[in-house]
């Protein structure tokens, strides 16, 4: 096993790594977007993980989702993601621009 840097902050100790278990091909952050990019998977998991996603952070929401995901609330969510990249860079944390495309060598 070996530790991955995903996101890595050059000033600070505020980092996120992954682990590379010996003997997979991906180690375990990217092997758990690739099955987040499952729908049938994704889907299963937030029904099995209900009662976690609603009690939240300090008891609030953790995942705001609509039945059908319509326009103003997936623009919602974005800009939040947009707060939380400025967030990471703004405290020296690197991380992928597209982490469809990302790939630890």
Known sequence: MKLVPIFVSDNSQDSLWSIHLDGQPKNEFDRFFDLMNNVEWLHAFLVSNMDDLHSGFFGHRAI???????????????????????????NGINYPEDLNTYRDE
């Not at 319509?70 to 990471?88: A, D, I, S």
């Open 64 to 90: 705001k989702s609509t039945h059908d995901m319509k326009r103003g609330h997936l623009q919602t969510e974005l800009k939040k993601l947009e707060q939380t990249k400025r967030f990471l860079r703004n």
